[in-house]
Every structure is written in structure tokens, then in C-alpha cells.
């Protein structure tokens, strides 16, 4: 192979670097998150197995697995089985983890029984930014997105859906019940006899069906919004852009830094529409940042009525908004622009307004 670049041969014999510090350079972004665990009191943070026990096989430290969750956050690896597999193969991870290799079901565990702890550290990490000026003059951008649930669509059920499904499977059972009647009016020939046990095992396995969906529908009864999941019980159904279309799943609420991209405050919510959702998140990220409302040239503002009922609401009106600057000149309608409000705090207060818009669809 002249003239190009040659590969060294499979069973030529090479050594890594001997030590584990060698693998990660100083720029490496595994030293920051191995800094800012060990800062961390994982203890009063609230995770569990920071004090092992006395008897029994030894666990993993909390630190060692919560790293690894980091870095898989940080690289959109989300599968416990390909974080698994990183601790395996990839020299970071390594360097990170010090060789250890946790299985796919202890990342698992320890991401489901330390869901608050986790929470509590993303909260210490927008502290840390506060302290290093990242969000001392911050813009936050909120907006939601759909995250699809481990929940087929055919195994969650609405009220619409539990009564297009009955009304289907009746319209069967009918139909082969005339087929039956029809094949009963002919001669019993050996096809007819085959046909009519067919049909009548058909109508049996329709009416367990319907025995299913009937304690379905009364366990979707109990819900207080009237849906069920089977799978996955908290998620629920959620249209989507698309017509005709949806997606089983959670609607993530973020509030964002717009200048360095850093995420202030999320909430993971079961609500398909994001209206009701900025007045809430506003006021988490006006909580994390530690800042106060100002009331002067803003999109979004707390209430300011005259009765000291009104006064003490703290919930959140749109005034009037700007004209759209791609408006088409003599319409008479027009939908609301595309670009989202963002939320602009100073060191002592904070206020929302309007960006200049990008799009503006009119009908």
C-alpha cells in the first residue's frame, strides 16, 4: 500500500500510558466534573450508600456512579447499557472512574431510588455558575419540548379513545354475527363448518377484549384527568405539530441562559400545552436566580390592580405586545409571531420582553 497512510498491524503489541493520569490532558472536561462531585456533600445532598454497611458485598461509591451519570449527560449517552459500555472502552470514563466498571443495572438503580438527590445537584451547579458571574447578567429563554415515554400509544387510553375502541369492536361482533346467521341458512358443507368455528372463536376473543377495556376504562375513571398509561402510569398523551399526530410522553418545561446556554431551572410536567406553564416557570427561575420582578416595558408582569385583593395575587398577565416587524400590511388577521419571550435579569431585578421576531405567519 504505497502512498497512503498505513494502519499498524492487529497483533502488533502496544502498552497505554501506565498511569491513569496520562489518559485525560488539563483541558479535559472529566476533571471538571470529578472537581465538582468531590465538592460535592453527598451525604446532605441526600444520596443513599454514602455510609456503606458493616456486612454484605461492597458497593459502589455514590460519587464513582454519579460522575458517570454526569458524563453521560454531558455527551447525550442516556442508556444505562451505553454507559455500561463507555466505562468499558472509553479512556475518559476510565480516567474518570478510576477502571471501575459498573453493570448497566446498578446505573439504573442508582438513578431511580437518587431522582431528588440528582435534582438537588443541578441546583448546586446553577449555584456554582452564580459564583463564577456566569448568570449574574443573564437573558432566560423558557420554552417546553415533548419527550417520548416508554408507553406505546396503543397502551395508553383517553376517553375518546376507550369509546372509539368499544364502538369498534361492537361493529365486529355484529358483523360476525350475521356472517353466522348467513353460514347457518347454507348447506353444513366441511368449509361452512370451519368458517362458523372461526367466527365464533373470533366473537370469544372480542368479548375478552371488551371485559379488558371495561376494567380499563374503570381504572381510567379514577385518574383525575380521566387517562391512563399502562407502561409507563405517569405519562400521558400529548398532540403534537404534526396533524393527526401525538406522542405518549412528558412535556419538559427549561428556562435557559441564552448567553452561555446553561439550563437555570426544568420541570418535567404532564400538561400537553404550554400556556399555563410560563407564570410557574418564571417564577422558578426568578427563585434560583434570586432576583425580583421589574414592572416597566415588559411582556409579562405581575397583576397591578388598585384593590388590595388584586394586589396580594402573584400571578402573571400578558400586556400588549409589540407589532409583529414581518407583518403583511392590510390584513385583518394574523396569527401570533413565532418568537418566544425571554425573561432578561439584571443583578437586582428581573424582566421579560420580546425579542425581535424571526417569522410571522398571517393567515
Not at 169 to 174: K, Y
Amino acid at each position: 500500500m504505497k502512498r497512503f497512510i498505513e494502519g499498524q498491524a492487529r497483533d502488533q503489541v502496544t502498552l497505554l500510558p501506565e498511569c491513569l493520569e496520562d489518559w485525560a490532558d488539563e483541558n479535559n472536561p472529566v476533571r471538571v466534573i470529578d472537581a465538582f462531585v468531590e465538592a460535592l456533600e453527598l451525604d446532605a445532598l441526600g444520596f443513599s450508600g454514602v455510609d456503606p454497611k458493616a456486612t454484605g458485598r461492597p458497593a459502589y461509591h455514590p460519587a464513582i456512579l454519579l460522575k458517570l451519570y454526569i458524563y453521560g449527560y454531558l455527551n447525550a449517552v442516556q442508556s444505562s447499557r451505553r454507559l455500561e459500555r463507555e466505562a468499558r472502552c472509553n479512556v475518559e470514563v476510565m480516567w474518570l472512574l478510576g477502571r471501575l466498571v459498573p453493570d448497566h443495572k446498578t446505573i439504573a438503580e442508582f438513578r431511580r431510588a437518587n431522582g431528588p438527590a440528582i435534582r438537588k445537584v443541578c441546583a448546586q451547579f446553577v449555584e456554582l455558575c452564580r459564583r463564577v458571574g456566569l448568570l449574574t447578567h443573564a437573558s432566560v429563554a423558557i420554552d417546553g419540548s415533548k419527550f417520548k415515554a416508554v408507553n406505546n400509544r396503543d397502551r395508553n387510553f383517553t376517553e375518546a379513545k376507550m369509546k372509539r375502541r368499544m364502538v369498534q369492536i361492537v361493529d365486529s361482533v355484529a358483523r360476525y354475527i350475521h356472517q353466522l346467521e348467513s353460514a347457518d341458512r347454507q348447506e353444513q358443507t366441511k368449509a361452512i363448518v370451519m368458517r362458523t368455528k372461526r367466527l365464533k372463536e373470533k366473537i370469544a376473543k372480542l368479548k375478552t377484549e371488551m371485559d379488558r377495556l371495561e376494567g380499563v376504562n374503570e381504572r381510567r375513571d379514577a385518574e383525575p384527568d380521566k387517562q391512563i398509561s399502562m407502561t409507563d402510569p405517569d405519562a400521558r398523551s400529548m398532540a403534537t405539530s404534526g396533524r393527526g399526530s401525538g406522542v405518549v410522553g412528558y412535556n419538559v418545561q427549561a428556562a435557559v441562559d441564552t448567553k452561555h446556554h446553561l439550563i437555570v431551572t426544568h420541570e418535567v410536567t404532564q400538561s400537553g400545552s404550554d400556556r399555563s406553564q410560563l407564570a410557574p416557570m418564571s417564577k422558578k427561575a426568578k427563585q434560583v436566580l434570586g432576583k425580583s420582578w421589574k414592572s416597566t416595558n415588559s411582556m409579562w408582569l405581575p397583576i397591578a390592580a388598585t384593590s388590595q385583593a388584586n394586589r396580594s395575587s402573584n400571578a402573571l398577565m400578558p400586556t400588549s405586545l409589540s407589532p409583529c416587524p414581518n407583518r403583511r400590511p392590510r390584513t385583518t388577521s394574523s396569527k401570533a409571531c413565532s418568537s418566544k419571550p425571554t425573561f432578561d435579569t439584571s443583578p437586582a431585578r428581573i424582566t421579560t420582553s420580546v425579542p425581535p421576531a424571526r417569522s410571522c405567519r398571517v393567515a
